[in-house]
């Protein structure tokens, strides 16, 4: 693993050498004068509705799903969890490890699966995130509640400082790189294959379960489980927990939403040291993604894993997080 040993006063050393611009910008002020009003889009708003009603209903036919297809709908809830959290967040967004043509090809596909805006979006949206989080160029500004934060910026138009700031941003990388692009042409097709079609008809085709369950279980039930364990990052570990790296942010340390985002709720330690391809210090603990990228090392799928040394760590717990850590 790359580990980080020296220190600077904002705690990441690394933005530059990776070029990639995920750290804070404290220079940034929002604009003085009435906010925009906000704009409504009902399509959204309706579908959804319907994901959510549709989602629901899965889950009361889920006893009548043989075990087959339950665990089948386990491995699609890993597999488009891993193309978020290994693949948009901590390889496309952070830059926080490189990884091999097929495994980042495994990772666009699982990113398709779960069907979460392309990579090239999602990564730029979430470098805007950490860039001016909490402020009226964050996509899903926390300070404007819960539900805001958590589903509602999906169903309203951006904040016009959200599109500014975000147009700024190099992306250069992810224009360079092959699957993105591949995956951001191809996209609504990919997503209609990959995350209904493959979900639904492998399990009728292997073992004769019904397209309905078919649909309904490892289909719509398991996209938007994924889903809201993803909002739950920006909207509960935005708000709940321990911050014991840096008391001056609001991500928060929340176990709960670690569980469910396979690793991604250590949010205080990951606002702080958005480099690490850990996004935590406790290693496997509450932690698949970190698990899966480690398999991946080992078989050279993976390589450069960043990561923050002990002593930077420690160090930013003495001038930021004023003592609130507990470590192991
Ligand atoms: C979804 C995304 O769910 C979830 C992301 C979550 C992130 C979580 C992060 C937490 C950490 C990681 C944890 C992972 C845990 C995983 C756990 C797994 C178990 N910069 O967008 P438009 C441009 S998606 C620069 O229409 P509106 C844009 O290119 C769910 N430019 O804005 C366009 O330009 P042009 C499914 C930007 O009209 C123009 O602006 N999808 C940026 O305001 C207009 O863009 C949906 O629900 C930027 N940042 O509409 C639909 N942003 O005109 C989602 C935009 O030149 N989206 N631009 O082409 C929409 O329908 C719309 O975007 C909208 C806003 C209504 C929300
Ligand atoms: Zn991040
Ligand atoms: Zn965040």
């Known amino acids: 693993m790359t580990t980080i040993s020296d220190f600077s006063p904002n705690g990441d050393t690394m933005a530059e050498n990776r070029k990639v611009e995920d750290v804070f910008d404290d220079t940034y002020k929002e604009k003085e004068g009435p906010k925009p009003p906000r704009q409504i889009v009902w399509r959204n708003v309706v579908l959804m509705a319907l994901l959510h009603t549709g989602a629901l209903y899965g889950l009361t036919i889920t006893p009548s799903a043989s075990i087959l297809t339950l665990l089948w709908t386990v491995v699609c809830f890993l597999i488009s969890a891993l193309g978020v959290t290994a693949g948009a967040h901590r390889l496309w967004s952070h830059r926080s490890y490189k990884a091999s043509l097929p495994l980042r090809i495994f990772l666009a596909f699982g990113n398709s699966m779960a069907f979460q805006n392309d ?14 989080s909490e402020t009226d160029a964050d996509p899903h500004n926390a300070l404007r509640g819960f539900f805001f934060s958590h589903i509602g910026w999906l169903l309203v138009r951006k904040h016009p400082d959200v599109i500014e700031k975000g147009r700024k941003l190099d992306v250069s990388d992810l224009k360079a790189d092959p699957v993105v692009m591949f ?9 209609l294959l990959v995350c209904f079609g493959v979900p639904m008809f492998v399990p009728w085709y292997l073992w004769g ?9 490892p289909g719509l039930l398991r996209y938007c489980a994924v889903l809201n364990a993803t909002w739950l990052v920006n909207s509960a570990a935005h708000m709940w927990g321990m911050r014991p ?10 176990r709960f939403v670690a569980l469910s985002a396979i690793g991604e709720g250590f949010h205080n330690y990951h606002h702080t040291f958005p480099y690490d391809y850990s996004t935590s210090e406790f290693g496997h603990k509450l932690n698949f993604t970190t ?26 717990i003495q001038r930021t997080g004023k003592g609130s850590h507990k470590s192991g």
Not at 183 to 191: A, C, E, F, P, T
Not at 209 to 217: Q, T
Not at 291 to 316: N, P, T, W, Y
Request: hydrophobic share 40%; proline share 1%; net charge positive.
């Open 291 to 316: 698990f899966f990228i480690d398999g991946m090392h080992s078989l050279g799928l993976a390589r450069e894993c960043k990561q923050a040394s002990k002593e930077v760590v420690m160090a930013r």
């Open 119 to 132: 990579i090239f979006e999602w990564a730029r949206d979430h470098r805007v995130h950490h860039k001016f």
């Open 183 to 191: 995956q951001k042409k191809h996209y609504k097709m990919s997503v």
């Open 209 to 217: 379960e019904s397209l309905w369950v078919g649909y309904f279980v």
């Open 245 to 254: 790296y840096d008391l001056t942010i609001n991500p928060r340390e929340n």
